[in-house]
């Protein structure tokens, strides 16, 4: 089963609720921890390693889904 698709993560900081969009061989934790927060530009890998808060959370997820023949979601 493949990971790509829209994940929601909710900041660890602010608690801002953001899409990323995880393609390829790209990993939901490595993003997690690398992604820029768009509302306080807060990216967790840049966090101390005491802090707790070391990936923003996980809140929700959906699969692309490939265009119909016609070019219209099904």
Known sequence: MSDSGI???KCS???HVFEVELVGSDSIVELS???K???CQHA???APLENKEVFHRIVG???KQPLAGNGRQP
Do not use: M
Request: hydrophobic share 35%; proline share 11%; with cysteine.
């Open 61 to 63: 997820f959906h699969a």
């Open 37 to 39: 927060c768009p509302g």
């Open 44 to 46: 967790p890998v840049l």
């Open 33 to 35: 921890r690398t992604s």
């Open 7 to 9: 994940w929601k993560l």
């Open 13 to 15: 900081q602010c608690g």
